[in-house]
T-cell receptor, first 114, second 111 residues
């Protein structure tokens, strides 16, 4: 079974621009979660989608948004980029949502904001 | 607010030494606990998880963890580490609406 894939793997943007990241979950998985990983803050939960509906949301500003399509693929959008948005963005998929499902992580998208 | 604390940020051990990495979680709410590992250049992967039942949980690669409710702890252990265990280890808590990771512990095992 193919793992979680994320595209692109690397991105360089400038302040004020917007960016869209993509995640394809493992086949059969209906839940996709997004995380931001930085050296200072560690792994922070952004949001989770299940069956095209946002189920959970972390403590990030509204500039961070996402969506999920009927095939469970998910996109994350960051508008008006700031320098502090430079991070590794990880996507994870699971069969269901909630607290007990194992999440399988992708390789991440490395975003650099100049 | 729910939280997860990993007090050891960096650990250096020699091969064959025993390992214990601390993880403490805050009181309240559903407690589902996980340990993930990130080897250099690789994805995060699950080591083990605990939801209920036997508080001693065995995972992959010889790792185990013990859930101690009275101490709000879920420490990761391995009796004898190998050079290949060099990685970053994350404790994670999940509830109905939140997924919270600890800040991670970087383990370096010297050959």
């Amino acid at each position: 079974k193919a793992g979680v894939t994320q595209t692109p793997r690397y991105l360089i943007k400038t302040r004020g621009q917007q960016v869209t990241l993509s995640c394809s979950p493992i086949s059969g998985h209906r839940s996709v979660s997004w995380y931001q990983q930085t050296p200072g803050q560690g792994l922070q939960f952004l949001f989770e989608y299940f069956s095209e509906t946002q189920r959970n949301k972390g403590n990030f500003p509204g500039r961070f948004s996402g969506r999920q399509f009927s095939n469970s693929r998910s996109e994350m959008n960051v508008s008006t980029l700031e320098l502090g948005d430079s991070a590794l963005y990880l996507c994870a998929s699971s069969v269901g949502h909630g607290g007990t499902d194992t999440q399988y992580f992708g390789p991440g998208t490395r975003l650099t904001v100049l | 607010a729910q939280s997860v604390s990993q007090h050891n940020h960096h650990v250096i051990l020699s091969e064959a030494a025993s390992l214990e990495l601390g993880c403490n979680y805050s009181y309240g709410g559903t407690v589902n606990l996980f340990w993930y590992v990130q080897y250099p250049g690789q994805h995060l992967q699950l080591l083990l998880k605990y939801f209920s039942g036997d508080p001693l949980v065995k995972g992959i690669k010889g790792f185990e963890a013990e859930f101690i409710k009275s101490k709000f702890s879920f420490n990761l252990r391995k009796p004898s580490v190998q050079w290949s265990d060099t990685a970053e280890y994350f404790c994670r808590r999940s509830g109905t609406y939140k997924y919270i990771f600890g800040t991670g512990t970087r383990l370096k095992v010297l050959a």
